[in-house]
């Protein structure tokens, strides 16, 4: 099946820096990269649709000045959590698709491994 | 907007039993997908329903939908300890490929 990697797996920063968090797509050229949120024992919350070359769609309630979300090639898609704060602290789930959104059929999202990050 | 509702929230059962995981739709259901994940990692694929139903295996996961495409269960027969972990349903509501999920289901195995 295919391959999606995240780097770093897990980070530690410090309330007010930026981090950023680059989802990969391996062996094949993903069209729309999802970002996910999870809370420890709760389900994945979805942040943002991002397409190649476009940008991302966010999802109510999410801070797109804050979570900052760049699809640049379709192999990669970063996000930056600027000036993190405590509460950002989370596991940060990406996935990929490599079909457009505008395809008729289902495809399976291929899920990356997370990222933790832990602000202080 | 879809909600998911997976029951039970969390189930321990030994070594070799049969258990049941259900998922249920507010609304109809275009896809879901069944995943699994460690705590603290990313979700495996397992399987994805779309037809009214439809029942679709591997190895000792068997995953159904309903005829009218609001529920579906995922069953695993003769548990094994490798088989523990979260298993998350996901509906796909027809629009852009996202996904909503369940809160998940927490399996243990106990050898």
């Known amino acids: 099946g295919a391959v999606v990697s995240q780097h770093p797996s897990w980070v530690i920063c410090k309330s007010g820096t930026s981090v950023k968090i680059e989802c990969r797509s391996l062996?094949?050229?993903?069209?729309?990269m999802f970002w996910y949120r999870q809370f420890p024992k709760q389900s994945l919350m979805l942040m943002a649709t991002?397409?190649?070359?476009?940008?991302?769609?966010?999802e109510q309630g999410v801070e797109k000045d804050k979570f900052l979300i760049n699809h640049a090639s379709l192999t990669l898609s970063t996000l930056t959590v600027t000036s993190a704060h405590p509460e950002d602290s989370s596991f940060y789930i990406c996935s990929a698709s490599s079909r457009g959104t505008s395809g008729s059929s289902l495809d399976e999202q291929y899920f990356g491994p997370g990222t933790r990050l832990t602000v202080t | 907007s879809q909600e998911l509702e997976q029951s039970p929230q969390s189930l321990i059962v030994q070594e070799g039993k049969n258990l049941t995981i259900n998922c249920t739709s507010s609304?109809?259901?275009?896809?879901l997908y069944w995943y699994k994940q460690k705590y603290g990692e990313g979700l495996i694929f397992l399987m994805m329903l779309q037809k009214g139903g439809e029942e679709k295996s591997h190895e000792k996961i068997t995953a159904k939908l309903d005829e009218k495409k609001q529920q579906s269960s995922l069953h695993i027969t003769a548990s094994q300890p490798s088989h523990a972990g979260i298993y998350l349903c996901g509906a796909d509501g027809g629009s852009n490929y996202k996904l909503t999920f369940g809160k998940g289901t927490l399996l243990t195995v106990n050898p």
């Open positions: 991002s397409n190649e070359g476009s940008k991302a769609t966010y």
């Open positions: 609304k109809t259901l275009y896809g």
């Open positions: 062996d094949f050229q993903a069209t729309t």
